[in-house]
């Protein structure tokens, strides 16, 4: 068995099992019992850990891969102009008048500039 992924807890370690054996991959969580019964030793132990076998190494890789770009879709929308979800809140271009707003203590409604991190198009994130 080999380790594929190190998660911070159980339940975390439980999506991404789901997940692969959704896939058709077997994993296997050697920390179970002890992430289940003592949930502190999670960080004494370095995380709660995947394992999956050798041959589905390669597999399990492009599943994880795909498993965290979902999981970044949550947080950051897709690119209007590639479709891209490489994307990224873009807080410098307004960190100055913010400053200046904050200091005047004048509200006014900025909204979140994004930056597509594939094509470099910049756009107002609509406020919902
Ligand atoms: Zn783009």
Known sequence: MITIANVTNINEAYLVKSRLEAEGINTFIPDENT????????????GVRIQVANDDVEDAKLVLKDYYQQQQQIVTPACPSCGSH?????FSTHN????????????????NQLLCRDCGHKWQEKSS
């Open 86 to 90: 490489n994307t990224a809140r873009d």
């Open 35 to 46: 992430s289940q019964i003592q949930p502190v030793w999670n960080s004494a132990i370095g």
């Open 96 to 111: 100055w008048a913010k400053a200046i707003v904050v200091m005047l203590g004048i509200p006014l409604p900025f909204k």
